[in-house]
T-cell receptor, first 112, second 108 residues
Framework: DTAVSQTPKYLVTQMGNDKSIKCEQNLGHDTMYWYKQDSKKFLKIMFSYNNKELIINETVPNRFSPKSPDKAHLNLHINSLELGDSAVYFC???????????FGQGTRLTVV | KNEVEQSPQNLTAQEGEFITINCSYSVGISALHWLQQHPGGGIVSLFMLSSGKKKHGRLIATINIQEKHSSLHITASHPRDSAVYICAVRSSADKLIFGTGTRLQVFP
């Protein structure tokens, strides 16, 4: 069983489109995250949700909107995609303050 | 300057060598993580430390809270250890702050 699963794994889309990346965890964790890994492989947090509540929003453009319908899901919707949004996006989950983070396999987004 | 610094950035080794990767941080933390990212891109958590030392197989991680420093050691390195190793600290705001990673290549 996959602990943290993201879909899709690859996403190629044109500038200006709107797209979503889905994330689900079956670990019973209370906290979920979205991270962005840029072309230099540097990871940076974008959002954190604890029990469906937004905890961290790291100066991410308004075009990015996370949605957490329940504790097991944290989806990322991106409006009006730009070339600079091309990156690998990782979802992760943990039990706040207790466990290590478990990562999804990543979604490679390419905006053309 | 990054809040989390790793060294070296790149490391090559012969199979069987003992490897050390260092991580220094400048913020208050509740825990420190060592992660491994394989060429395929997936990220795996190796350790979460808040004090002392942990060991899993050939991997050893240590942390010195006073000196704000952690090391990851690999004993008897093997080509399958080739990956990017990332140090990340968990801040008081419960977010992970990542180092830039150390790319390790182990040759047979």
């Amino acid at each position: 069983d996959t602990a943290v699963s993201q879909t899709p794994k690859y996403l190629v889309t044109q500038m200006g489109n709107d797209k979503s990346i889905k994330c689900e965890q079956n670990l019973g964790h209370d906290t979920m995250y979205w991270y962005k890994q840029d072309s230099k492989k540097f990871l940076k947090i974008m959002f954190s949700y604890n029990n469906k509540e937004l905890i961290i929003n790291e100066t991410v453009p308004n075009r990015f909107s996370p949605k957490s319908p329940d504790k097991a899901h944290l989806n990322l919707h991106i409006n009006s995609l730009e070339l600079g949004d091309s990156a690998v996006y990782f979802c992760a989950s943990s039990q706040k303050g207790v466990t290590e983070a478990f990562f999804g396999q990543g979604t490679r987004l390419t905006v053309v | 300057k990054n809040e989390v610094e790793q060294s070296p950035q790149n490391l090559t080794a012969q199979e069987g060598e003992f490897i050390t990767i260092n991580c220094s941080y400048s913020v208050g933390i509740s825990a420190l993580h060592w992660l491994q990212q394989h060429p395929g891109g997936g990220i795996v958590s190796l350790f979460m430390l808040s004090s002392g030392k942990k060991k899993h197989g050939r991997l050893i991680a240590t942390i010195n809270i006073q000196e704000k420093h952690s090391s990851l050691h690999i004993t008897a390195s093997h080509p399958r250890d080739s990956a990017v190793y990332i140090c990340a600290v968990r801040s008081s705001a419960d977010k992970l702050i990542f180092g830039t990673g150390t790319r390790l290549q182990v040759f047979p």
